[in-house]
């Protein structure tokens, strides 16, 4: 039979998978030699199996029977005793804190006989009847599940016929009066007496700190944290100390450093003459930890000297629970407390500056979503009430005028305006105005949506789904729920890490940590930024995968170098063919014979050239993998509805070009399922010359770069393969144009070329490709879905909040890797691949890039790189010296 109780002596901070977090660390502290009052701890198996029976398991009570009695035999007293009691809190304390989400009852012991002798022990009559009213009214409710609202009006009834405010207006006689009415209120609303039998009161609170487990705030607060649902909580039986004992007791909480900032320094609060729960329910003002100093000097040294102990012991910030009783101190909690980003950071860099940890550890204790808070700029306070509130899904502070369509957008930006790009949702075409916008708010969409995708890539405030509103594109308006009318041109605050949309312009508190990382501002007067300076270059030491970006733009390319990519991982060919360009797409799809064809693209030749010796001129010497174009033709056709209409216009008025030409066009390529259609390596076997010109380009810009003097570093990469033929054909054509551009410069410039494994078939055929394919990259989303058989566009908001609170994942597939699933392919992928080329270079381009869980995972299979949207880098470079260094031996959740 497993050991189910262990006393406070038997265990260590290393046990909290079964003695919870509370319980690891109250026997750490006992261990330690601190002065933490005597108790033990049932384990968080024994609540699993209750908690699968709902009974206790076997052996339980004799457990706790025999722990009971070398308690009593340790202080003296019997549980609930007539003269002098000992009384017990019973506490819960799973694994990871979950503070205030489930059951804690103190004073377990008292009954009508033993409140004397809790009088006559404390020389204290009200002490005495203010703790039985507290055990009556908590009991009644934690575990006979009376309604709190009876106690509540009771003690309001009270004090009013007394005619004080405050509970410290009520005597020992008001309070023995009132604890007669608590035990009325527990016999009417739960059909039994308030047990008088010490025992029975133990076991009830014991089962019932179990069955807290399942309690909804504490599931929504596991949902939100992360924690799995399995877990259970463990129970600590602790004999109670007294802070209410008068002026010379009291009770606080304190922490070893601020968790706000991470200041050196002791912060807490403290309150004379109270017991542990006031403190929380702020029902008296608290005052500042330091004030102790002289109420009780002594006590005051004592803390002081056991939390440099702490912190010496567990080697970070501390956070603590204390008592003082009649001025000797107890010491009733700590645990490595919880922080904000900032404190984070400043806090592993002076604990790694102090000597308590290295480096690695230094690294192991900050994550990458904390890096990337503290990278977005953010509001300063506000009083303002938000006009709209929606999904948080890209972070940051935008403010700017209101713009209804992307045109409009890029004109104004153009103009100098700053620009919210408002829509219902947007689309590709949308693609300019998100770039010209700082923020952009959609009334439709979740998380995944096109605008929340495309934001976060492009590291732009989001809001989506801010359904209350409703927006006329056509008006050029949209209204709030209240009716309130914002018009193009009026200024909206956008808040994309809260989720919240304000009218006219909030403060905005740019980001430091971006000024220094774009080199705007140095590490070295800021404490802050010297510590992200030095985690994140250890990381750069550390980490084995290399960050690249993914990037489009030269513009893009040169903040990606200045963030720390080693290179273009992603180049995508897209916004090439668009704006302007579209209409030589046009005429490319229209061209009646060979020669017109030539000729359109002819004229898009030089434009691909020069976009491509830009980008390789910002990351001159280092990789820059361009991928061939991907999308459908149609997608650079206008709206086949909007055309049928504009063509039977046209017709119907007898005008000259009616444009049936551009409509044929437009229902020829026509797919009904355009994602699993004509699209990458098929389009280069349909239109080879397509992907010829693309080639061209590239090799021309090379030439141009090599021509001057500079290193580039083109890589061509053929997306959507499904099988080896398709890429031996394409790369086939691409080395006779490489070649045949070598002979005209006169310029050998060495290319690689690879392939997109995004399809399972590419994966599962991959050691066949690898003999052509000089490197993979991991097109993770379209490989997402087409493994899920999701696409992704119209699954996100429609059926992934089911799936999510089903448990059907845990987190978004598209946002973390599936491991078991995306994850299988991609290792079977790597093992062909390298051991039918063992150069074989490896990387992942898709969303995952930038994700800490996912860049875990790379690490772990064994990739060479990961790349993502330029402003992840930094928190890449993190994260792949976390994977490095592994994890830390005891989890600070
Ligand atoms: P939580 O996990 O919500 O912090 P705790 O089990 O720590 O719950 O207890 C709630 C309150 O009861 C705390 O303020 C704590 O200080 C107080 N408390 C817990 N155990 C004792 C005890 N043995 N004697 C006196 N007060 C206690
Ligand atoms: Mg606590
Ligand atoms: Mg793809």
Same mark, same amino acid.
């Given at each position: 039979m497993p050991k189910y109780v262990y006393d406070f /002596?038997?265990?260590?901070?290393?046990m909290a998978d079964l003695l919870g977090g509370k319980g690891a660390n109250l026997a750490e502290m006992s261990v330690m030699g601190l002065p933490v009052p005597p108790g033990f701890t049932i384990t968080t198996e024994a609540c699993r199996a209750y908690l699968a029976t709902g009974a206790a398991p076997d052996g339980l009570a004799a457990e706790v029977s025999e722990h009971l009695h070398r308690l009593e035999l340790s202080l003296g007293r019997?549980?609930?005793?007539?003269?002098?009691p000992l009384l017990v809190a019973v506490r819960s304390g799973a694994r990871f804190s979950m503070p205030g989400m489930m059951d804690t009852v103190l004073?377990?012991?008292?009954?009508d006989d033993s409140v004397a002798g809790l009088a006559a022990w404390s020389g204290d009559e009200r002490l005495a009847w203010d703790s039985y009213r507290r055990l009556v009214q908590m009991f009644g409710t934690t575990?006979?599940?009376?309604?709190a609202g009876y106690f509540a009006a009771a003690l309001r009834d009270a004090k009013q016929a007394k005619g004080v %405010?405050? &509970?410290?207006?009520?005597?020992a006689g008001d309070l023995r009066a009132l604890t007669a009415r608590f035990k009325d209120i527990v016999r009417e609303h739960?059909?039994?007496?308030? $047990?008088?039998d010490p025992r029975e009161q133990l076991d009830l609170a014991i089962a019932s700190v179990f069955s807290s487990w399942h309690t909804d705030r504490a599931r929504t607060y596991r949902r939100a944290e992360h924690? $799995? %649902?399995?877990l259970g909580t463990a129970v600590n039986v602790c004999a109670m100390v007294f802070g209410?004992?008068? &002026? &010379?007791s009291g009770t606080g909480v304190a922490f070893t450093? &601020? $968790?706000?900032?991470?200041?050196p320094g002791v912060y807490g609060d403290y309150l004379p003459n109270?017991?542990?729960?006031d403190v929380v329910a702020g029902i008296r003002n608290t005052l500042p930890l330091h004030r102790l100093a002289d109420l009780q000097p002594r006590a005051y040294q004592q803390l002081m000297d056991i939390m440099r102990t702490l912190e010496g012991h567990y080697h970070d910030l501390c956070d603590i629970e204390f008592t003082i009783e009649r001025r000797k101190l107890w010491m009733l909690q700590t645990r490595v407390g919880k922080r904000t980003a900032a404190a984070a950071f400043r806090i592993a860099d002076a604990l790694r500056e102090e000597g308590l940890i290295d480096a690695d550890e230094a690294l192991r204790r900050v994550t990458g979503a904390q890096l990337a808070q503290l990278m977005f700029p953010r509001f300063g306070d506000t009083e303002r009430a938000p006009i709209a509130t929606g999904v948080a899904a890209s972070p940051g502070a935008a403010v700017g005028e209101v713009v209804f369509d992307s045109a409009t957008a890029v004109q104004r930006a153009e103009q100098g305006a700053a620009v919210i790009l408002v829509r219902r949702e947007t689309n590709p075409d949308d693609l300019d105005g998100l770039i010209h916008a700082r923020g952009v708010l959609t009334s439709r969409g979740g998380k995944t949506s096109h605008a929340a995708v495309v934001a976060r890539g492009l590291g732009r405030t989001c809001v989506c789904g801010a359904e209350s509103l409703t927006i006329d594109t056509e008006a050029r308006r949209f209204t709030t729920a209240d009716g309130t009318i914002v018009a193009e041109g009026d200024v909206i605050s956008v808040d994309g890490t809260a989720g919240a949309v304000y009218l006219g312009e909030l403060d905005v508190v740019p980001s430091p940590v971006v000024d220094y990382f774009e080199g705007r501002? $140095?590490? #070295?007067?800021d404490d802050l930024l010297r510590a992200v300076d030095r985690i994140v270059r250890h990381a750069d030491r550390r980490g084995r995968l290399e960050v690249r970006a993914n990037a489009d733009t030269a513009e893009d390319a040169h903040r990606a170098r200045l963030l720390? /990519?080693?290179?273009?991982g992603l180049c995508r060919t897209e916004h090439m063919f668009l704006g302007d360009r579209r209409v030589l797409v046009e005429r490319l799809i229209l061209a009646a014979d060979d020669a017109a064809r030539k000729d359109a693209l002819a004229a898009l030749l030089p434009l691909q050239r020069a976009d491509f010796t830009r980008i390789l001129e910002e990351m001159d010497g280092l990789p820059v993998t361009i991928r061939l174009l991907d999308p459908p033709?149609?997608?650079?056709?206008?709206?086949r509805t909007q055309l049928t209409a504009r063509v039977a216009v046209a017709k119907a008025l007898g005008?000259?070009?009616?444009q049936e030409d551009l409509l044929r066009a437009v229902d020829r390529l026509h797919e009904q399922n355009p994602m699993l259609g004509t699209r990458g390596v098929r389009l280069g076997l349909v239109i080879p010359e397509l992907y010829d010109l693309q080639v061209r380009a590239i090799a021309e810009a090379a030439v141009a770069r090599v021509r001057a003097g500079g290193t580039p570093r083109a890589e061509i990469m053929i997306p959507l393969?499904? #099988?080896?033929r398709e890429l031996e054909i394409v790369a086939g054509r691409a080395r006779a144009v490489l070649a045949s551009v070598a002979a005209e410069s006169g310029v050998d410039v060495p290319h690689e070329i690879g392939t997109m494994i995004e399809l399972p078939r590419a994966a599962l055929t991959a050691g066949r490709i690898a003999t052509t394919a000089r490197f993979f990259s991991f097109g993770t989303n379209d490989l997402t879905q087409t493994v899920w058989g999701f696409s992704r566009d119209d699954v996100e908001g429609s059926f992934f909040p089911v799936y999510l609170a089903e448990g059907v994942?845990?987190?978004?597939p598209f946002e973390t890797i599936d491991r078991e699933g995306v994850g299988t392919l991609i290792d079977i992928a790597v093992h062909e691949g390298r051991a039918a080329r063992p150069d074989l270079e490896l990387g992942v381009c898709g969303?995952?890039?930038? %994700?800490p869980a996912s860049i875990r995972f790379f690490h772990e299979v064994g990739l060479d790189y990961v790349s993502c949207s330029p402003f992840r880098v930094p928190v890449a470079r993190l994260e792949a010296g976390r994977a490095a260094v592994g994890n830390t031996a005891v989890d600070s959740r």
């Open positions: /002596a038997e265990g260590n901070r290393f019997k549980l609930g005793q007539v003269d002098e004073d377990i012991g008292l009954t575990v006979l599940g009376v309604d %405010d405050g &509970d410290l207006g009520l005597d739960a059909g039994r007496e308030f $047990p008088q924690i $799995p %649902d399995d209410n004992l008068g &002026d &010379d450093r &601020d $968790p706000a900032t991470g200041a109270a017991q542990g729960e501002r $140095p590490a #070295d007067r720390g /990519a080693k290179g273009i033709l149609h997608e650079f056709l206008p709206d005008q000259g070009d009616t393969v499904g #099988d080896a994942f845990t987190a978004s969303e995952h890039g930038g %994700d």
